[in-house]
């Protein structure tokens, strides 16, 4: 809404479809042919507006989605549950390669090149199994966040094949 004395007053919904800045034109206002008593009304100023010389703006709504805090715990698990995957599959890794070189040790017995300390034979019982959890539990961490984003309306969001499987792609 935008006011000025002896005039009358523009009103306009305007529609935004991106998030960012939008920008309306206000066209040249009419003059008020009402009596004075008439046409004034109280005129509020935000604080974070730069009116131009003889226009004060009466009301700004800032443009906030009302599913900005689901979208961004949707975000925030899908980061968790990738990066968890990431630790898994980085675990799986250490693991596939400390068995193997276990197996060479053992089929080469005492003329063993590469060999297996107790210490990563025992850290390879439990970083085997932890690493399988934490691929298990980040994928569900990042179809939640996914099946939120998805849900909250907050923007487009779609899953996209590729080489190596689906990807999560839209604007957020």
């Known amino acids: 809404m935008v006011a000025k004395d002896g005039f009358q007053r523009y009103t306009r919904t305007v529609p935004v479809t991106t998030p960012g800045t939008t920008y309306e034109r206000v066209p040249p206002l009419t003059p008020d042919t009402r009596p004075v008593a008439e046409t004034k009304a109280p005129i509020v100023s935000p604080v974070n507006s730069t009116p131009q010389p003889g226009l004060q703006f009466v009301e700004k709504r800032p443009a906030v989605s009302a599913h900005a805090p689901f979208s961004a715990g949707?975000?925030?698990?899908?980061?968790?549950?990738?990066?968890?995957?990431?630790?898994?599959?980085?675990?799986?890794?250490?693991?596939?390669?400390?068995?193997?070189?276990?197996?060479?040790?053992?089929?080469a017995g005492a003329n063993a090149t590469d060999i297996v300390s107790l210490d990563d034979y025992n850290r390879l019982k439990w970083i085997y199994p932890s690493s399988w959890v934490a691929i298990g539990g980040g994928a569900a961490l990042a179809t939640i966040g996914t099946i939120i984003l998805v849900a909250s309306n907050h923007g487009r969001v779609t899953l996209v094949p590729n080489v190596g499987g689906l990807a999560l792609a839209g604007t957020f």
């Open 74 to 107: 949707g975000i925030t698990l899908v980061l968790a549950g990738s990066a968890a995957g990431i630790v898994g599959g980085v675990g799986l890794g250490w693991s596939f390669s400390t068995y193997d070189r276990l197996q060479r040790q053992r089929m």
